[in-house]
């Protein structure tokens, strides 16, 4: 499984850096809204929304807002700021819904609706946190793919850590193969990044402390988007999200951490002022 895991990245990985660094933002942000779409659509199955038109009519209302705030941003862009600043104070509240992983286990529709809502305060704000790293004026590409190359080096760095020395169970409830030591490994692969990235982002030695801090900040926010996934399948009995990329799962399972990182990077990003 891990030559396969390994192989989809090989594959998938390059793409995915050409797409980030070469297509111009309208473009990137209509694949982006079609990959956000297609993990929107395995998050409906995790609900325990079965029926096809429910789901589909979830993802066309979820396109239409992807689709307003596009047409809606203006010169500085304040409706993806908003969007951006909204998913950012979701995945804040998140972190108690880990903490009480039992909450809305039920199969109610009351508890299925509360998770329709936050795939939707998950997806649509990180799509529109990538929009704006990529409008960037300078080196908007790169602070894009600098944002998705932190998850990734953060989810490899867990994995291959956590496989070889994982012992401490970080949260046993929800995601029982997740250790502390992978946790550390991960910080330890997203805070790699940083170093590497600061002169290619345009920046400065002296601003490699308050990047560090972004992007540490950043990967443990992935983690939690990691465990919500999980705990939406520990909810609903499955495995994983789908099986459309294989060694990985479904495409939401490629895409839980970065939902997370990204509204809490911009915002960080912005904070700082790098």
Known sequence: MSRVRIASG?????????????????????????????????????????QPMPRLGYLAANGLVMAVLAWAAGPQLFALKAAVLLGTGWWVLSLAWLWRFEFAQADR?????????????????AWAALVLLHE??????????FAVALVWAADTGAYFVGVRL????????????????GFW?????????????????????TDLPALLL??????????????????????????DSGRIIPGHGGMLDRLDSILAALPVFV????????
């Open 185 to 205: 490994g991960g910080l330890t692969g997203a805070g790699l990044v940083a170093i590497i990235g600061v002169l290619p982002l345009g920046l400065g030695w």
């Open 166 to 181: 994982g012992k401490r169970k970080l949260a046993p409830s929800i995601s029982p193969n997740k250790s502390w030591e």
């Open 214 to 239: 972004l992007t540490l900040v950043a990967a443990m926010m992935s983690v939690a988007g990691d465990l919500f996934e999980s705990l939406l399948k520990r909810h609903s009995g499955h495995k």
């Open 109 to 125: 529709g009351r508890y299925r609706m509360l998770k329709l809502a936050a795939g939707s305060l998950a997806a649509v704000p």
């Open 136 to 145: 960037s004026p300078e080196h908007g590409p790169r602070w894009a793919l």
């Open 10 to 50: 090989l594959v998938l990985g390059p793409i995915a850096i050409a797409a980030v660094l070469w297509l111009p933002t309208p473009w990137l942000a209509l694949v982006a809204a079609v990959l956000v779409l297609g993990g929107l659509w395995e998050w409906t199955r995790l609900t325990g929304l079965s």
């Open 267 to 274: 915002v960080g990003k912005l904070w700082l002022g790098l």
